[in-house]
């Protein structure tokens, strides 16, 4: 029984030697290969914070643990990187340090720096860059423009955050006051850069000149007014110029003058006949 249980222990031992062994084999295979990393305090990536175009720069570490020479080459993916050298020998047992500049994107944005060697080996290090904007509210009204029941009109992010703006509509005519529209919220959402063709409602007069103001709000302090003069007449809306010169002429004509020529007539119509002096008899002979 001795004996038979020495044999079982050794093929026991036998059987569980190779999966010893393995850890410690892959450690070596660990040891002779090669790595890269930020170069510095043990990072895991780099980070790069700063204003959309702004080039920044950092150090890839590149270590070649092994006991042969390692040819290694570096490129980016995602970003706009250059290295100050991008095809490099890595001496045995030795750490070598590149250095590289990174273009920050105009949106946030995570890029790799990548490194192969003359095998096919890759190895890949993030790159989170930040792009930091700053916040201005900014916005224009444009290309008014007045019809007979609406007013058009575009409205332009010209900022670099999304506005809600809110309207005021305010138009006047020969007599005064036509509209005067309070401000409210527009059911909108204007993302930086963007443009939109809106319109507004309204009832205009059949014959008149009228000046349309309208004014633009939003958030952050952005506003904006715009001014357009229109005559309006049978022939339909005509905007600024001579055609106001002309509907602002009828309108005149037919406001100011016309009741006067009304006037004129009535009061001709009960002025009384002239009367004709009698011919005085004199007996004298003519």
Same mark, same amino acid.
């Given at each position: ?174 007599? &005064? $006051?036509? !509209? @005067?529209?309070?401000?409210?919220? #527009?059911? /909108?959402?204007? +993302?930086? =850069?963007? *443009?939109? %063709? ?5 009832? &205009? $007069?059949? !014959? @008149?000149?009228?000046?349309?103001? #309208?004014? /633009?709000?939003? +958030?952050? =302090?952005? *506003?904006? %007014? ?20 002309? +509907?602002? =002429? ?37």
């Amino acid at each position: 029984m001795p004996s038979a249980a020495r044999v079982l222990g050794l093929t026991l031992l036998t059987l569980l030697a190779p999966l010893a062994a393995a850890p410690a084999a892959h450690a070596v295979a660990g040891d002779d290969g090669w790595s890269a990393a930020p170069a510095g305090e043990a990072r895991p990536s780099f980070y790069a914070e700063g204003g959309p175009g702004t080039v920044l720069e950092d150090t890839v570490s590149l270590t070649n643990r092994g006991r042969t020479p390692v040819d290694v080459s570096l490129r980016a993916e995602g970003a706009e990187v250059t290295f100050a050298d991008a095809r490099l020998r890595l001496p045995p047992r030795t750490r070598t340090e590149v250095p590289f500049t990174v273009t920050v994107p105009a949106r946030d944005a995570t890029a790799r720096l990548v490194a192969r060697d003359s095998e096919g080996t890759t190895r890949r290090v993030a790159v989170h860059l930040r792009a930091t904007v700053p916040t201005v509210a900014a916005l224009t009204v444009e290309h008014v423009s007045v019809h007979a029941d609406r007013i058009t009109y575009e409205l332009v992010n010209r900022g670099t955050t999304a506005l809600a703006p809110r309207l005021a509509v305010h138009a006047d005519g020969l007599l &005064g $006051p036509l !509209l @005067d529209r309070a401000p409210r919220a #527009l059911p /909108v959402a204007l +993302a930086p =850069g963007s *443009r939109t %063709e809106l319109s507004e409602p309204w009832d &205009g $007069p059949a !014959l @008149d000149s009228v000046e349309v103001r #309208l004014t /633009v709000t939003a +958030a952050g =302090g952005a *506003r904006d %007014e715009a001014r357009v003069s229109a005559g309006i007449g049978p022939w339909g809306a005509v905007a600024g110029g001579a055609g106001a010169v002309v +509907a602002a =002429g009828g309108a005149l004509f037919v406001v100011r003058l016309l009741p006067a020529v009304r006037r004129r007539r009535r009061r001709t119509a009960v002025l009384p006949e002239p009367s004709c002096p009698e011919a005085e008899l004199t007996g004298a002979v003519s």
